[in-house]
Each structure stands twice: as C-alpha cells, then as structure tokens.
C-alpha cells in the first residue's frame, strides 16, 4: 500500500504507529477513564486530590492530547509556596497554561454567575478558606451574557450541583460545563484562589 509505504513492517509495529497516533480520540470510555484517574499514574507527585466530580473521560482526554502541559499545570499545582503567592497572573507554558491567583471573600449566590469558557479548561482549587462552587451542564442552561471571544467567557442562568471547595481537592471544569464559584457556605470568608488556565486540545 503507498498510503504508508510500511509494507514491509511487522503487524506489531503498524499496531504501534496506529495507537500513537492518536487512539485516546475514541478509546476512552467512561470505566477505562475512572479506572486510569483512579492509577494516579497522571499525579507525577501531586499531593492534592481530584473531586469526585470531574468528568473523568473529558479529563482522560485531554490529558492525553497534551500531557506536556497538563504535567506542568500539575507541577504548578503542587508547588509548596501557594500560600504566599501574591495576587497575580504567573506563567506555567506560554499560552498554553497560566496561572491565576486571587483573594476575595467568599459571595452570597445572587453575587455571583454561572460560566463557561471555550478555549481553556478551568482548574480551580482553593488554597485557603472555603466556597461552594455549583456545576452543571451547558446544554441545559440558559444564556445571559453570549459568549466573548476576547474574555472566553459565556454568562447562565442554571440549575445544579453545589460542592464544597477547601484545601485539599482541585475541580476541573470543561467547556460543556457551565459553573458557579466563590459562593459562601455558610458565612462569608476570605479565600485565596489557584485557578490554573489549561489549552482545550481538539
């Protein structure tokens, strides 16, 4: 065949060069994801734990399609000093992945919005103190503010699940989830915030 001009290779190689080149695409399903996630052969050391949330197949995924970055992201994550990083945008790899710490007091939920983004994927975690933080499908909410391009950011009106955020436990969010951070729990506190921008591989 002149398609791959490997004639002459073994069957185990052209099995090779096919799964390199991208069979994570269509291999993941849901049980293959939450047992890989479950190895913790993605941590490289990270201390901090996944929510029991996070789409485990979209993180497969993408983690897969651009491990380089995800492992820096993580690197990033883990890093001892978090608790005296100031307020700030600080680099992790180009613009493929950057990082945002910031400090606030945690909101009543009429002071706050259901988003979405498109071009990053949205790693938060809470360094210190605590919120809730409402998850849901975008498919389902309604839109108020159309997406902008230039913020990568959508605004909903929507139903959905509430988690805590503490120390400890990091989210992930996806571009078809829509979610609501910063939300008090019970009374409102400061918060230091590692929201950790990670590139939408396609």
């Given at each position: 065949m002149k398609l791959l001009s490997v004639k002459n290779l073994s069957f185990t190689a052209v099995l090779m060069l096919f799964m390199l080149s991208g069979y994570s695409q269509t291999e993941w399903t849901k049980d293959k994801a939450v047992q890989w996630l479950k190895?913790?052969?993605?941590?490289?050391?990270?201390?901090?734990?996944?929510?029991p949330s996070i789409n485990a197949r979209e993180f497969a995924e993408q983690y897969h399609?651009?491990?380089?970055?995800?492992?820096?992201a993580f690197a990033f994550l883990n890093r001892k000093d978090l608790d005296t990083l100031s307020a700030g945008t600080y680099p992790v790899d180009g613009k493929n992945a950057y990082a945002i710490v910031s400090l606030y007091d945690s909101k009543d939920a009429d002071k706050t919005k259901w988003e979405s983004h498109r071009q990053y994927i949205d790693l938060q975690y809470v360094i210190s103190g605590k919120e809730k933080i409402g998850v849901a499908p975008v498919i389902h909410a309604r839109v108020t503010e159309a997406y902008d391009e230039a913020k990568d950011i959508a605004h909903y009106?929507?139903?959905?699940?509430?988690?805590?955020?503490?120390?400890?436990?990091?989210?992930?969010?996806?571009?078809?989830?829509?979610?609501?951070p910063g939300i008090k729990v019970s009374s409102s506190v400061p918060v230091r915030k590692l929201v950790i921008k990670i590139i939408v591989a396609h």
């Open positions: 190895t913790g052969d993605w941590k490289n050391g990270l201390r901090i734990k996944p929510h399609k651009n491990k380089e970055i995800w492992d820096k009106e929507s139903d959905g699940k509430y988690y805590v955020a503490e120390p400890g436990t990091f989210f992930l969010f996806f571009p078809q989830e829509t979610h609501r």
